[in-house]
């Protein structure tokens, strides 16, 4: 500001010491202003654009940080599944493990898998759709199969 008020001074005193006719110093003056608005308009929309890049280029960031913690987490999960899956197929193949927790493993993989579905999809992961992989929990019953519960 104290620039731009500086220069309109500066430039109005030079104006009056060089151009003596009245009208010549009002033209001179429109054209002075409507220069120093356009300058100042670009300068500012300069300004504008390079803040706006900085913010678009820290939420770039952001979501290659989520995708990489998402990946990173889908492949734990998955490697989890796998060694469950390997599990359960060694408890099936006995006769003395109980069915109902068998049925159980086989519905906890069904389950593990699907949310590493949900999760793989990154594009269309909401955060509802975060939350309720997150806050589902099992309520596990004797007898009785797994159900959910909010």
Not at 19 to 34: L, P
Not at 68 to 73: I, T
Not at 100 to 114: A, C, M, P, Q, S
């Amino acid at each position: 500001m104290t620039i731009s008020l500086a220069y309109i001074y500066a430039s109005d005193k030079a104006l009056a010491i060089f151009v003596a006719d009245k009208e010549w110093i009002s033209n001179i003056s429109m054209f002075k202003g409507t220069v120093f608005v356009l300058v100042t308009t670009c300068f500012l929309v300069y300004l504008i654009k390079r803040a706006l890049d900085k913010e678009v280029g820290k939420e770039k960031e952001k979501q290659r940080f989520l995708n990489a913690n998402v990946g990173a987490m889908n492949h734990i999960m998955a490697k989890f599944v796998n060694k469950i899956e390997i599990f359960h197929t060694y408890a099936a193949q006995r006769d003395d493990f109980d069915k109902v927790v068998l049925r159980l493993f086989e519905d906890l993989i069904k389950e593990t898998k699907l949310d590493i579905n949900r999760i793989s999809d990154i594009d269309n992961l909401t955060d509802s759709a975060i939350y309720e992989i997150i806050h589902t929990k099992k309520v596990v019953q004797p007898n009785q199969s797994v159900k959910s519960s909010p």
